[in-house]
Nanobody, 127 residues
Framework: VQLVESGGGLVQAGGSLRLSCATS????????IGWFRQAPGQGREGVSC????????FYANSVRGRFTISSDNAKNLMFLQMNSLKVEDTGVYYC?????????????????????WGQGTQVSVSS
């Protein structure tokens, strides 16, 4: 399994960014996909994930209504559309994949982690 993020950058508060993740080695029908982030000096935070097993999409409270997770199954791409960005959204964003059809975000507690991670892409939001 390989995951390669792109699309990060510097944006002003209120702006938008679209992160992409090129994937290989699995299919979106069989693996849960998601996005984590890590702000400077803080631990990793689950942002969003999608479970193909039941079609459930999870969003962290801090991003619900502003971020949207999606995928293009034919091109093996996943995305995170980020709108109305805030300074506190600054951090390194990671795309992830899990060897089950059910994502653990919001189901299995705060210590759940996915099986595979990309290398991360930096998102910086200025005031």
């Amino acid at each position: 399994v390989q995951l390669v993020e792109s699309g990060g950058g510097l944006v002003q508060a209120g702006g938008s960014l679209r992160l992409s993740c090129a994937t290989s080695g699995f299919t979106f029908d069989d693996y849960a996909i998601g996005w984590f982030r890590q702000a400077p000096g803080q631990g990793r935070e689950g942002v969003s994930c999608f479970s193909p097993g039941d079609g459930y999409t999870f969003y962290a409270n801090s991003v619900r209504g502003r971020f949207t997770i999606s995928s293009d199954n034919a091109k093996n791409l996943m995305f995170l559309q980020m709108n109305s960005l805030k300074v506190e959204d600054t951090g390194v964003y990671y795309c992830t994949a899990t060897r089950t059809r059910f994502c653990g975000m919001g189901r299995y507690g705060d210590n759940w982690l996915p099986d595979y991670w990309g290398q991360g892409t930096q998102v910086s939001v200025s005031s």
